[in-house]
């Protein structure tokens, strides 16, 4: 199965998950989504984007690339998602945390989007953790997107 990565990334740590889950998989493309084309698309069996959570969303880069998508190029792909997060136990000031819990993350948003316009979803959304505002990654998070994947497309192989 022909997989299409599209990811995001503002300090690196989303594009070393996209990475992570390339290399989880045997046939896969990894695109920025500076470097994106729809002609892409026509390449994969199964699309995966990836964005940092910023403000309780996606990037406007995804968010542009989301609404460029029409139902005809989305209609019956699978896809999938994932986002790099703070974990809302670790913000300060509480109400803060309590905003992210209440508001949510990317994954589950860009998810939503894709599905909105005909794709079909499989598997849960994917949230790996941040340590600041900036980063690194969180110890094993690389693993941890890796065997997301694999789960996640067990179904579908």
Known sequence: ?????????????????AIAISEALNDSVLINIKDFSKNDLEISDLIIVGSPTRGFNYTESIKNLLEGLS????????????????????????????????FGYASEKILKSLTRKGAIAFGEPGGFIV??????????EK????????NNIRSIL
């Open 1 to 17: 199965m022909k997989t299409l990565i599209i990811y995001d990334s503002y300090f690196g740590n989303t594009k070393e998950i």
């Open 71 to 102: 139902t005809d190029e989305l209609k019956n792909k699978k896809v999938l998602a994932f986002d790099t997060r703070i974990d809302s136990k670790d913000v300060k000031p509480k109400v803060l945390g309590f905003l992210m819990k209440t």
């Open 131 to 140: 340590t600041g505002k900036e980063g690194p990654l969180r110890s094993n």
């Open 143 to 150: 693993e941890r997107a890796q065997s997301w994947v694999k």
